[in-house]
Each structure stands twice: as C-alpha cells, then as structure tokens.
C-alpha cells in the first residue's frame, strides 16, 4: 500500500510539541457519556479478564486494547468507543490481567506480545453477541497485541474481523526501550516503572513465595529495562529484557497481515524512533497502511475545538470505507 498522507489538523495552541501533545491529554482529558457494563470472564489458566461494554444493540463493534498501565478508563479508549457508539457501532473494552483495578489471581502479569489473552477475549465476544463484524483497535501496547495477532494468523484471521487499527505503536521495543532511557524522557520511563513497581509489591503480599518485591531493592530497579529484566521477562518466559523486547516486536509480524490494518505513529511521537516507522514494509504490503502525521504525540493527536482525537476520527473514517 502507497503511505498514507495525513490529513491537517491544529493541536490545541498550549500543545506546541510532542510532549505536551501526549502528556496534557493523558492527564487532563475527560471524556463523558460512555456508560460501561462490567463482565468478568475466567481464563483457561485459572486468571481472569473483566471486560467493559458499551452495548448499543449494534451488529458491529470495535474493540479495544489499551495501553501499557492503561485500562479501558483511559480516555483514548472511551473517546474511540463514544465516537464509534454514536455511530452505530457497539464498543468494548478489555483490560489486561492486573488493570481493572482489581489484582490478578496468577504471579503473573501481562505484556506487548500477549496475544492468547487478546484472542480469548475476541472468541468470547464473538460467542456472546455474533456481531456481523468486528473492529479491532489498540493504542500503543494495545497496538503491538493488535498488529501481532493480525500477522500470527494471516489468513487464519476470523471471517468476523474485517479491519484493524493500531495507534501510537512501539514496534521496536528494543530501540524505545533505549530512547525511553534517555535524560529527557526518564518522565516517562519512571512513570510506567511506578506503577508497575506498585504492583508487584501488592502482588507479592498476596502470594509471599511466588513473588517477591525484594528485588527492587536489591537490583536497586529504577526503569523499565530493570524492571522487565527482573520481572516482565523471567514472569512471562523470556530469558531476559532483552530477549523479550525482540520476540515481543510487532515488528516481527507486519508481512504477515492479510486484512486490512492502519497504523498511525506521528512523527513527534516521544516513545518512538527508526523502526517504528515501518516504511518499506508497507509500501510492499497489500494490507499495511502506515500514516505519520507531523504532529499529536503518543496517545495524544487533540485537535484544536474538538471534542474527537484526530486519531479517533481516523479509526471510524479507515472502519467504514
């Protein structure tokens, strides 16, 4: 596919970079009228997933995957999920085990390439209302998950998922791991390490002998590459952070897209770099349509008196074309 020209759009005048871009929204941005319904469903393994519906009685839906420590209360999700209802389709969310604001039962937790739990999500969905059709769509992490189950399966895709979005996507986490450790961007770094440093704590009180915060002490674990080197990745099956980041690449997967998928990483996005760009994989694909607006940040994308994302007004136009 041709890469795709973005369309212009004014960011709010107090967002004059990609930092402010994302961060303003990620802290200030409220989005209103999307009442969820709560479902929790067990898992094969003994966990659980809860997942929010926005049921509208539609015959279509979209559904979302949220971002690293995010949640389907994030405003991104609720802001795709309100334009798409008013629309006509139905919207729902999933949260990765751990982010519903209840622990997960297992030592443990979630990450980039956890697929399996997005196609279980997808299957139960799909058993409970047989939608005609069903989007995907994934921010950032919510991304990787969605363009790697797209290029896993290939043709293999179910006949129900005709499309798929993917926003702000680190798919070299390898090299946005090193640019996240830069001194500009340790803001973001610590953040996400914060939080998942608290969770770990709360975990290991739950199941003292599986898991143990002790480490973070130890290892004086202060990032996210600490942190995925003593947790993410022995938790999860990989010999070490950096094992992970490669095999978790969404990288890996985009010539293996047999639908239609768009991907729109903006070019002042502060998370990503070089191969999160993936040009040349999609001029030469028949499904990859890769759009780098100039502006919008990671997650941000506001337009200026608006009340819709560029971003969110992208996914319904990319939807029903």
């Given at each position: 596919m041709p890469i795709v020209k973005s369309q212009a759009f004014h960011s709010?005048?107090?967002?004059?970079?990609?930092?402010l871009q994302t961060i303003i929204?990620?802290?200030?941005?409220?989005?209103?009228?999307?009442?969820?319904?709560?479902?929790?469903?067990?898992?094969?393994?003994g966990d659980f997933l809860d997942i929010d519906w926005s049921d509208k009685g539609n015959r279509k839906a979209v559904l979302v995957s949220h971002g690293l420590e995010g949640s389907t209360n994030r405003h991104y999700v609720k802001g795709v999920i309100r334009l798409f209802n008013k629309n006509g389709w139905d919207g729902i969310g999933w949260n990765c085990r751990s982010c519903s604001g209840e622990?997960?039962?297992?030592?443990?937790?979630?990450?980039?390439?956890?697929?399996?739990?997005?196609?279980?999500v997808i299957d139960h969905v799909l058993s409970k209302k047989k939608y005609e059709e069903l989007l995907l769509i994934g921010f950032?992490?919510?991304?990787?998950?969605?363009?790697?189950?797209?290029?896993?399966?290939?043709?293999?895709?179910?006949?129900?998922?005709?499309?798929?979005?993917?926003?702000?996507?680190?798919?070299?986490?390898?090299?946005?791991?090193?640019?996240?450790?830069?001194?500009?961007?340790?803001?973001?770094?610590?953040?996400?390490?914060?939080?998942?440093?608290?969770?770990?704590?709360?975990?290991?009180?739950l199941m003292p002998g599986k898991i143990s915060a002790e480490p973070l002490v130890r290892y004086n674990i202060t990032s996210l590459r600490k942190f995925d080197q003593n947790y993410t990745a022995p938790l999860h099956g990989y010999?070490?952070?950096?094992?992970?980041?490669?095999?978790?690449?969404?990288?890996?997967h985009?010539?293996?897209?047999?639908?239609?998928?768009?991907?729109?990483?903006?070019?002042?996005?502060?998370?990503?770099?070089?191969?999160c760009y993936p040009i040349e994989i999609a001029?030469?694909?028949?499904?990859?349509?890769?759009?780098?607006?100039?502006?919008?940040?990671?997650?941000?994308?506001?337009?200026?008196?608006k009340n819709e994302t560029y971003s969110e007004l992208r996914a319904l136009e990319f939807a029903e074309n």
């Open positions: 709010p005048l107090i967002q004059f970079n990609g930092h929204p990620s802290f200030f941005r409220e989005v209103k009228n999307v009442n969820y319904s709560r479902e929790r469903i067990e898992t094969p393994d622990m997960n039962r297992l030592p443990r937790f979630y990450h980039h390439a956890d697929t399996p739990d997005l196609s279980f950032s992490m919510g991304g990787s998950l969605t363009l790697k189950y797209f290029g896993e399966r290939g043709e293999k895709v179910r006949s129900e998922i005709k499309k798929g979005i993917a926003l702000s996507v680190p798919c070299d986490l390898t090299d946005c791991s090193i640019e996240l450790e830069k001194k500009g961007k340790m803001f973001y770094n610590k953040r996400f390490f914060n939080k998942l440093s608290e969770k770990v704590k709360a975990k290991a009180e010999k070490s952070a950096e094992d992970f980041y490669d095999r978790a690449s969404s990288k890996h985009l010539t293996g897209i047999r639908k239609p998928v768009l991907l729109i990483n903006a070019l002042n996005d502060p998370f990503l770099v070089g191969k001029i030469k694909s028949d499904f990859l349509d890769l759009e780098m607006p100039e502006n919008g940040g990671h997650v941000g994308f506001e337009i200026r008196g």
